[in-house]
C-alpha cells in the first residue's frame, strides 16, 4: 500500500472511529464478526493488547468481543507506522 493511501485510510478509520465510539453499542466480535479462526483471535488479540498497553500498561488483555472503535483506533496505528 502506498504512504498516500496508508495516510487515506488512516484519516478515514480515524473519522470512522470517532462515529463508532458515539454509537450505543460498540461490541465487534472478532470471529463472528470479522470471520477470524481461533488461531487468528489469538494473533489479534496479542497484537491489540500490547498496543493498548503502550499507553494503559495495566490494561487487561482484550476479549474476543472488543470494542469497533478500538480495532479502528489500532489499525489507524498500524497504518501510521507504516506496518
Known sequence: MSPALRKLAANLLRRASEEFGNHGCNDYRLGEDG?????????????????????????????????????????????????
Do not use: H, K, N
Not at 470471520?35 to 488483555?61: C, H, M, N, Y
Not at 474476543?64 to 489507524?76: G, H, K, P, Q, S
Open 35 to 83: 470471520g477470524l479462526s481461533p488461531a487468528e483471535i489469538r494473533e489479534v488479540r496479542a497484537l491489540v493488547t500490547t498496543w493498548v498497553r503502550e499507553f494503559d500498561p495495566q490494561a487487561e488483555e482484550i476479549e474476543d468481543v472488543t470494542m469497533d472503535w478500538l480495532l479502528m483506533d489500532f489499525f489507524v496505528a498500524v497504518l501510521e507506522e507504516g506496518t
